[in-house]
Structures are given as structure tokens and as C-alpha cells.
RNA sequence: GCCCCCGUCGUCUAGCCUGGCCUAGGACGCCGGCCUUUCACGCCGGAAACGCGGGUUCAAAUCCCGCCGGGGGUGCCA
């Protein structure tokens, strides 16, 4: 701690609405906020927007919190809007005691009605502002009535909210575009407008980072604020994540969940370096693999860019290759992969085992899916080979070198990917073949397949009991 | 339709604020080569962009204007 910082502490916040999982685009919305927090030594607050009763459901709010943990963020406070109810109901009161609000008892056909006739007439639709100025005793009356009402804002008129955006800059945007919106439902629930200004003037937030699908409701909240009395925080409005189609990513373009990513088999490091690239870059230099901490160390808004970035999953898979074989520890990766070979039915039960294969082979997959194909032949009993390779191997007089290998594999040192070399170059001078015909024959017997990880790797791992059977069921395949 | 935002290789971007160092740099992908027991990995090389038109200036990717293009919003969703 420097001590010399007097400025006001950094409160930032992300704030999910649990009506689905977690998207790709939140995500990174998530990360920025956490790390222009940190960057700083604020504090960054999760609180789960959950007004909504009809669209907002438990389940996805546990996923929501477990990706964002998965993925590497940590909060220092925690909120559910559900349970905010009674805080929201006293600014209500006061909003509606200054004139600041009004109840309006138009019904949702009426309103549909006033939307259609405005888009047939092409003009830009605003609420008409009927109950605008209802009577206290015609409001009395409706109420006795038992008639439902929500309770809208009172837009003051011509005003043109200006506001100094953190990324885009100076934004203004004028009343007329949207007039009186609905800041409490008619089931008495607060609308997201209303809450998310109660909620982050009352947590203290100054820096409010979000998708620049909200800019539009920035000068709703701002008004708000106005009327409440509060300071406005700042606004920073991040650039949306599109598909290849240049549309906002969704659904139709495949896995846009983080989930997705995780039981795809990528690594949360990997995938939060890659959410961060897009749309931020460093301030110097072309470097592109950063840890959380360095990230933490240098990020900064000013670096964020203006314009939306198309999510590219090559770019991504070939990130999470890197961060496979050389960013993570060995450790790590144990740790990541297990799973995902316990899933596929593998025998991981030796550890020191799974360990060298893993190190062994770590270069040659980009995610862990791609890494369990890859490694079958590392930890499966017996192999299939097709009729067509079996049919490969008779043409290439194979039973010769299996029968050399099974003669002499007790005395060969099989210690290493060299040492095995120099026993197949043995394999190769005795049998008189080409050493492409040796390869070949060892891998087809080995994996079944014709092609996949090294073979001299494959044999310097795996047990010799293994290959063994292997090279027999070859030998009697063949016969 | 209306409002707002944006516009450098196919994609992510550096450069733009503070014009000249830009014959525009890096990365993914793509193509070619090397390595090699296959596929990868790795290494070397290559193709590939300042949306268009005006203006300002000795000089513009960089400043100004117009156009075009793309995106977002337009909810008793967030």
C-alpha cells in the first residue's frame, strides 16, 4: 500500500440477471469490471438482478456463480435484488410523494394497441402520457377499483441528457426518444431501470461497466438518480461480442455459454486471456498470453476499444493449445485433464502414469476433448484395428516386426522416446524392412489407427505387459 | 421508421488524440517450405487491410465534411 492514493476507492459491479446461462459477452463484461477493480485496489461486487419473478429462475443463478468462479473472479460483496424489496418500496414512496412518479393504470393491450398504430404510422413510439396527469381522487377511485397500475417516471419535457461515457465518450441522447417509462410493474416488482440506480448508489458503485446494448437506459437511470438525489456513478459502455455473421452473439451461433467452454474442454485461464482480447489489447508490445495477475497490473480503459469484436473460435482454440502445453504447470494440467479422462472411462488410478503421458504429449491437442481422443491408446487395454488396416499391415509384412518386438522386448530399454528409436532402428536393421514399414505396423497394432501421437512416445509409456497383448492379438489377427 | 454507437488484412488488433519514423506492425486462420515414423507441435517464408468521395496541408490511416456500410436500442427483459 502506497498510502498516497486519496482518491475515492473504485466500486464496480456486475450485475447478472439469472434468466439463463452464463453468456460469453457477460463474461467479459464480468472480467473488465473485475479487473479495472483490482486494478486499482477496488472492490468489485456480484449482485444477481433477479426482479424479474416470471423470467428469473434459481438454477441458472448457481451456474451463473459457479462459471464466474470457474473462470477466476472472486467478489467482496453479494446481493439478490429478490430480497431488496422493502428498500426499493421506500424510494418508491418518495418518487411518487414528489411528483417524480405517477401510477398508470393503462392495461398491456391498450399500450400493445398505442405500439402497433405508432409502427403503422412510422413514427418512433412513445407511451402517450394518459395518466399522466389523472386527478389524486380519479387515482383514489381506479385504485378502489381494484384496477392494476404500474407506476412510470415522469419524464421532464425536452430535456437532452448528456453524459460523458468512459469508452465512447460524450453521449447525448434526448428525452422525447423514449418519454414516461414504467419503473414498477403492476405486480409491484421494481423494473431494472429503478433498481439498478437504487442499488448501486446505495452499494456505493462509481464505475458502472456494462454492454453498450445499455445505453439507452443510461439517461433513463441518470434522470432517476436526479430524482432520488443521488451522484451518478461512471459509465463505461463496453463493445458488443459478435458472431461471424456480424451479429450480436447468440445462440444460433452455436456454444455461447461458459459452461459450453468447460465441458468443452477449455481451460478457464485460457478463456479468460482470450475474453480479454477482445475488445482491450495491451498498451505496448504484440503480447497476447497474459496471466490474470498481469492483467490485474494493466488494464485500463483507455485501451479498450470502441468498436464490436467478432468472437473467432480458432483463435481461441489455438490460445487454450498454448496455454495446454506451455503456460500451465504440469500440476495444473493433471488437475484439469483428470476429469475429463475419468468421463471417457480411461484407468487413471496411477498417477505418475497420467503424469507422463501428459507431459509427453501435452504439444499435440488444443482442448482436453480433443485430448482424450488422442490419448486412447495410452490407457486402454486392447485396440480395435479395421479390416482395411489389418488388410495394410498383411501388405506390409508386419508379423515380422511384431514378432521381433514380442522376442525381444524383455531386454529392450524402453525408457524414453530415444531409447525406444534406437530399439526400433534395431526392429528395422533385423527384419530388413523400411523404416516407414516398421512405424507404421507398430502404430496400426498400437492405436488401430494411422495416425495420432508419436510412437516412440507411445512405447516408451506404456507398460510392456501392454504391449505385449497388443502386438499378439496382432500376430493371431494376422494369421 | 426513429435514436445512439462504430468503421485498419477473412478475424482479433497496433498506429489515430499529439499529421511525416507506415513501402501500415503483431496474432489467429490460410498458402508454401523445413523437421519427421503419421497427425500435430516447432522453425522459416508468403499472400492478405487504412469503406468511398471531397476538403485542409509541403505531407493524412491519422484533422474536417458528406456518403456508404455494419452494429445496438426502440418491453410491465436485463
Known amino acids: 500500500m502506497s498510502g498516497l492514493k486519496l482518491k475515492v476507492m473504485v466500486v464496480t459491479r456486475f450485475a447478472p440477471s439469472p434468466t439463463g446461462l452464463l453468456h460469453l459477452g457477460n463474461a467479459r463484461t ?21 426482479t424479474d419473478r416470471e423470467r428469473s429462475k434459481k438454477e441458472f443463478e448457481e451456474v451463473i456463480l459457479e ?3 470457474w473462470i477466476g473472479l472472486d467478489w467482496d460483496e453479494f446481493y439478490r435484488q429478490s ?18 412518479a405517477y401510477p398508470c393504470f393503462c392495461t398491456e393491450e391498450e399500450l400493445e394497441r398505442e405500439r402497433r398504430i405508432a409502427e403503422l404510422r412510422r413514427v418512433p413510439y412513445r407511451y402517450s402520457g394518459k395518466c399522466r396527469n389523472l386527478s389524486e381522487r380519479e387515482v383514489e377511485r381506479l385504485k378502489a377499483e381494484g384496477r392494476p397500475y404500474t407506476i412510470r417516471f415522469r419524464v421532464p419535457d425536452g430535456r437532452t441528457v448528456v453524459f460523458e461515457d468512459l469508452i465512447k465518450g460524450k453521449i447525448a441522447i434526448s428525452v422525447d426518444d423514449f418519454g414516461d417509462f414504467i419503473i414498477v410493474r403492476s405486480d409491484g416488482s421494481p423494473t431494472y431501470n429503478l433498481a439498478v440506480v437504487i442499488d448501486d448508489a446505495l452499494m456505493g458503485v462509481t464505475h458502472v461497466l456494462r ?69 482491450w489489447s495491451p498498451p505496448d508490445g504484440e ?19 470502441r468498436s464490436p469484436a467478432v468472437f473467432n473460435l480458432e483463435k481461441l482454440r489455438w490460445m487454450n493449445g498454448v496455454y495446454i502445453r506451455e503456460v500451465v504447470s504440469l500440476e495444473r494440467l493433471y488437475e484439469v485433464a483428470l476429469p475429463f479422462l475419468r468421463e471417457a472411462g480411461y484407468r487413471v488410478d496411477n498417477e505418475a502414469y497420467v503424469k507422463r503421458v501428459l507431459q ?9 476433448r480433443d485430448m482424450v481422443d488422442r490419448l486412447r491408446p495410452f490407457f486402454v487395454d ?5 479390416d482395411r488396416l489389418t488388410q495394410l499391415l498383411r501388405e506390409m509384412e508386419a508379423t515380422r516386426v511384431f514378432e521381433k518386438v514380442v522376442e525381444n522386448l524383455d531386454g529392450a530399454d524402453l525408457s524414453s522416446p530415444e531409447k525406444v528409436r534406437e530399439f526400433v532402428r534395431s526392429v528395422v536393421k ?50
Do not use: M
Open 430 to 479: 533385423d527384419t530388413g524392412l523400411k523404416p516407414r514399414q516398421v512405424w507404421h505396423s507398430l502404430r496400426i497394432a498400437l492405436t488401430g489407427e494411422e495416425e495420432g501421437i508419436g510412437v516412440d512416445i507411445l512405447l516408451s509409456v506404456l507398460p510392456k505387459d501392454r504391449i505385449r497383448l497388443r502386438l499378439e492379438e496382432a500376430i493371431s489377427c494376422l494369421r
Open 83 to 100: 430480497e431488496r424489496f422493502d428498500i426499493y418500496g421506500k424510494y418508491i414512496e418518495q418518487l411518487l410523494e414528489k411528483g417524480y
Open 30 to 50: 464480468a472480467i473488465f469490471s473485475y479487473l479495472f477493480a483490482r486494478h486499482s485496489g477496488g472492490k468489485f461486487i456480484l449482485r444477481v438482478e433477479d
Open 360 to 368: 509427453l504429449t501435452r504439444d499435440s491437442y488444443e482442448t482436453l
Open 211 to 279: 454492454g453498450e446494448d445499455h445505453i439507452s437506459n443510461t439517461p433513463k437511470q441518470i434522470l432517476i438518480y436526479e430524482a432520488l438525489g443521488f451522484e451518478p456513478p461512471k459509465f463505461a459502455h463496453l463493445p458488443v461480442i459478435l458472431g461471424p455473421d456480424r451479429s450480436k452473439l447468440s445462440k444460433r451461433h452455436g456454444a455461447v455459454s461458459v459452461s459450453s467452454y468447460r465441458e468443452e474442454g477449455f481451460l478457464p485461464e485460457a478463456l479468460f486471456n482470450y475474453l480479454c482480447l477482445l475488445g
Open 382 to 386: 486392447r485396440v480395435d484395428v479395421p
Open 67 to 69: 462459471d464466474l468462479k
Open 287 to 305: 503480447r497476447e498470453i497474459f496471466s490474470k495477475e498481469e492483467l490485474i497490473e494493466i488494464f485500463d480503459l483507455k485501451d479498450v476499444n
